[in-house]
């Protein structure tokens, strides 16, 4: 199936730095997604970017929607506690100018985030 | 953002038997998703339902072993049947709302087969 490269596998940082995670795909992508998901819970939606060249903040967290349409990173500065998580990207591959419905997930980003 | 309910958040079965987890939300939305999420990975989509037509499946996930049910907008089931430790996975449903491409989860189901 489709794949979805997202980096780094996991990260170990200390409270205050800022971090930076990106997916890539040999496909062009409509829509780029980045979730949260923490211990016992289902994926939480961050942020949705929707226009190739989007940078939309929420927060400390800032998405872009690469201009090639086939990458996306998340940052976010200044890194809490409450930060950890597991990060996923998820997007829509482009099928002929419509969205083939099927949301495609990287494999997660682990962050852990040191007091 | 809609308002998605799991039941039950989890359970832990023995092998042959089924089980069937619900998902309620709170507003009236068209497309309802079933992913699997083995331990320690990510999300895989399992079938695609929709209101008033047969779920679509994934491949490599059959409907004998995952049927589901779309009775109205706002209510769909998953069934895990015949169970192999192999099943033991978190469940999650999600919608589509509001805006197209854009899915909410709920907040899984944790199964465990002995």
């Known amino acids: 199936g489709q794949q979805l490269n997202q980096s780094p596998q996991s990260m170990f940082i200390q409270e205050g730095e800022d971090v930076s995670m990106n997916c890539t795909s040999s496909s062009i992508f409509n829509t780029w997604l980045w979730y949260k998901q923490e211990p016992g819970e289902g994926p939480v939606l961050l942020i949705a970017l929707y226009k190739a060249g989007e940078l939309t903040s929420n927060g400390r967290l800032t998405a872009q929607f690469g201009i090639t349409r086939k990458d996306s990173f998340l940052n976010i500065s200044a890194s809490i506690p409450s930060d950890v998580g597991i990060y996923f990207c998820a997007g829509h591959i482009n099928a002929g100018g419509t969205s083939y419905g099927k949301l495609t997930f990287g494999q997660g980003t682990i962050l852990t985030v040191h007091p | 953002s809609a308002v998605i309910s799991q039941k039950p958040s989890r359970d832990i079965c023995q092998r042959g038997t089924s089980l069937t987890i619900q998902c309620q939300v709170d507003?009236?939305?068209?497309?309802m998703f079933w992913y699997r999420q083995q331990p320690g990975q990510s999300l895989t989509l399992i079938a695609t339902a929709n209101q008033g037509s047969e779920a679509t499946y994934e491949s490599g996930f059959v409907i004998d072993k995952f049927p589901i049910s779309r009775p109205n907008l706002t209510f769909s089931t998953l069934t895990v049947s015949n169970m192999s430790p192999e099943d033991s996975s978190i469940y999650l449903c999600s919608v589509e709302y509001l805006t197209p491409d854009t899915q909410y989860f709920g907040p899984g189901t944790r199964l465990t087969v002995l």
């Open positions: 507003s009236q939305v068209t497309m």
